[in-house]
Each structure stands twice: as structure tokens, then as C-alpha cells.
């Protein structure tokens, strides 16, 4: 009886002892790009490695929130692209943690590091613009906006679509862009005037580009690897890069505070970084200009007249949007959003 008993411990032993491995050789990854793209990566991810891939996918904002009501006892590991401003606000609250990966000297410099102290990584960047509808503005007689000041006229009243910011980083992207280019106080009064002309703040960031395709708009205010994807479906729009310049993103790669399988997480961000991986995201119409140094711009993109890395951008401030972030928010819905159009 003896003997069967210390058999059986060993076995309780081992059999913990192997729950344990199998419970480490997990991964739960949070995803903000299209929900196809995440779904690709987390299967290559696991071929790739044998580690097992549990994913979520939720937009930038939405998923920030999720990360902040799971921060008392984190669910997920790692949070996979969106845009940047909700991975730096999350870095500065301290609900995701730095990571220095050895594949951050082969990212483009201006990418690797946004805020500093690898608090978040450069997965992927792309310039804010618009998608615009030429045939139905010269069926209304409308110029092409070239302009951020232009979409404020009074030519484009109920023409105009936008995501809402308080769902979407696309739209946080654009009141950024503004309060940078013109100063707080004109910024604000300008963000007044172009509330007025705007027919509807979808969800999405996307979501207006697929207005102006249908013709429910002539102008969506988007990111222009998006205006791309919908030219390339067919859609009849243009990328237009405003002339006056333009803040960009760059889609955060971010380790969750208190990830339950950090490592894996970790192994996770160094081959998210790579040009192999890089690469699939064109396969999704996800044309962004990859972080990489050694993974090449999508050929789609140049096909419609869009070089990112020679549109003309600010000076984007990426601590400060983080940093701002609740402030700008609040004021916006408060001040702007509340008002008829």
C-alpha cells in the first residue's frame, strides 16, 4: 500500500507538473488591426512556434478599455496594433509594461521607440487623409479639398464623415492633428466650425470611407492606407493627403502589464517585428508602412499616387496626445459634439 501511495503522489506530481506546461504554452492576444489580419497572425504565430493562440479583436479604444477594467487581474499578454495614442495613454497609466525587443535595431528609427523607454513599440505607421468622392463632388459642383482649412466651408456642409473619437484612434488621430497644427484656441474654435459641415461620426475609423464610397458622402477623414484599400475595392474614391500637412499614427505593439504568459508574450512582440511577419499584413488590404526597415511598401499603394514616406506630416507629439488624451476627449464631446450641426 505503501508503494501505491508514493506512486500515486508522483503521478499528482507529474500530472501538475504537466497541466502547468501545457498552461504556459498559451498565448491570449489582443487585437485592434481588421479582424481577418489578427486572425492570420495568430495562426501563423502559432505554426510558427507551437504556442497556442487564444485572440480577441476590439478597436483601438475599445480595447484600451478592456486592458483598463482587466487591470486589476490582466486576461490578456499582449495588445497588436491600432492606433498609437490609446497604446501610449495605456503605457503612461501603467497598464502595459516596457519591453526592449533585440529586433528594435532593424525598425525604421522614427518608428521604434514613439515615447521612449520601449513603454510601446512601432508595429506599423500611416499618414491621416481623406477619402475623397470626385464624382460626387463634380456632380454637386464642389472643388477637391486640398486643405485642412477647405473642409470648413460652407461648399462641404453635410458632406463630410468622421469616426467618432471616443471609439475610435482614427478620429482622436484627427483632433491631435489639428489642436498641433493650429495652437489649442484656434485648433478648438476650427474643430466648432468642423463639426458643422460633418454629416456623420461613425464608430470605426474606417467606417466613413465605406460613406463616401457608397455616396452618402464626398469626404471621409481616414487614414490613407485606408482610402487605398477602398480604391483598391473598387470603391469610387481618391487618397488625398491635405497639402497644408498631416499627423500620422504609428500602431502601437504593447506587452500587458501582469500578462499571465509573459514570455510567450515577449516571443510574441520580437516575431511580430520581422519582415515575414510584416509581410501578411498586405494580404488583408492593410497597406500601412511596416516598421521593418526590410519589409516593402505594399505596390498597391503607389498604384494610387500614395508614397507614404514622402506625404508631408507635423510634428506629431505622440506623449503629449497620450498624456491629453482624457482632457482632449472630455472637452470634445462636452464642447463640440453636444452641439446642433
Known amino acids: 500500500m505503501r508503494h501505491w501511495g508514493w506512486m500515486a503522489a508522483i503521478l499528482i506530481v507529474l500530472g501538475l507538473a504537466t497541466g502547468t506546461v501545457a498552461q504556459e504554452n498559451v498565448l491570449v492576444l489582443y487585437g485592434s488591426p481588421d479582424r481577418d489580419w489578427v486572425a492570420a497572425v495568430a495562426a501563423k504565430f502559432e505554426k510558427d512556434t507551437g504556442i497556442k493562440v487564444q485572440w480577441i479583436r476590439a478597436s483601438s479604444n475599445e480595447m484600451y478599455a478592456r486592458i483598463e477594467a482587466e487591470k486589476g487581474n490582466p486576461k490578456g499578454d499582449v495588445w497588436f496594433g491600432g492606433t498609437g495614442d490609446p497604446h501610449f495613454d495605456a503605457a503612461e497609466k501603467g497598464l502595459t509594461e516596457p519591453y526592449c525587443s533585440p529586433k528594435m535595431a532593424e525598425l525604421r528609427e522614427w518608428m521604434r521607440d514613439p515615447i521612449g523607454g520601449c513603454k510601446t513599440l512601432g508595429l506599423y505607421a500611416g499618414p491621416l487623409g481623406w477619402a475623397v468622392n470626385e464624382g460626387l463632388l463634380k456632380r454637386l459642383g464642389k472643388p477637391l479639398p486640398q486643405t485642412w482649412d477647405d473642409l470648413t466651408k460652407p461648399d462641404y456642409k453635410g458632406l463630410i464623415a468622421v469616426a467618432n473619437p471616443n471609439t475610435s484612434g482614427t478620429a482622436y488621430t484627427t483632433l491631435v492633428t489639428i489642436l498641433l497644427m493650429k495652437g489649442e484656441a484656434k485648433g478648438w474654435d476650427y474643430l466648432a466650425k468642423l463639426h458643422k459641415n460633418i454629416a456623420q461620426y461613425a464608430k470605426s475609423g474606417s467606417a466613413p470611407g465605406q460613406l463616401a464610397g457608397r455616396g452618402e458622402v464626398a469626404i471621409a477623414i481616414v487614414f490613407l492606407h485606408d482610402s487605398v484599400m477602398f480604391a483598391e475595392e473598387g470603391f469610387p474614391v481618391k487618397p488625398v493627403a491635405p497639402a ?4 500620422y499614427e504609428i500602431g502601437g505593439l504593447s506587452l500587458i502589464k501582469g500578462a499571465p504568459h509573459k514570455e510567450n508574450a515577449k516571443k510574441f512582440i520580437d516575431w ?15 497597406f500601412q508602412l511596416q516598421s521593418n526597415k526590410k519589409t516593402p511598401l505594399p505596390s498597391v499603394v503607389l498604384k494610387h499616387g500614395m508614397d507614404f514616406e514622402n506625404v508631408k506630416t507635423i510634428q506629431y507629439d505622440f506623449l503629449w496626445a497620450a498624456k491629453n488624451r482624457d482632457r482632449i476627449l472630455k472637452r470634445w464631446t462636452e464642447q463640440i459634439f453636444s452641439q446642433a450641426r
Open 272 to 286: 511580430a517585428l520581422t519582415p515575414e511577419t510584416q509581410i501578411i499584413a498586405k494580404d488583408f488590404r492593410s
Open 244 to 247: 497644408d500637412g498631416t499627423g
